[in-house]
């Protein structure tokens, strides 16, 4: 597992998976559109080995929520891990940072 590190971000997160069970663990979260008009998001991740995303660019209207789509890999021991995700504009400039920590039990 990676080492903690303590998670500068607008929000964060707790999750727990499972150990050993071979098929990892999904998770929504919801983002919302501060801009007024539609904008395209990409979704990233400091961690790609340990959290995928159901979908990894997304497009929403002013003020809108979209749910987020988020899938766990499995760990066959037990650990925490601190996982960024970045929702960056098309540009690749970073719009938030969400930490989600993860403890695999």
């Known amino acids: 597992m990676p080492p903690l590190l303590p ?46 995303f159901r979908e990894d660019k997304f497009q929403i209207g002013g003020g809108e929520s979209h749910t987020i789509g988020l899938r766990f890999a499995p760990s066959q021991s037990p650990g925490s891990a601190e996982i960024l995700v970045y929702v960056n504009n098309l540009e690749e400039k970073t719009e938030e940072t969400f930490c989600v920590k993860v403890n695999y039990s």
């Open 7 to 52: 998670c500068l971000s607008s929000r964060a997160f707790e999750v727990s998976v499972p150990v050993a069970n071979g098929r990892g663990s999904s998770r929504k979260m919801t983002y919302t559109n501060p801009y007024t008009s539609t904008r395209t998001f990409l979704l990233r991740s400091d961690h790609p080995d340990l959290l995928q």
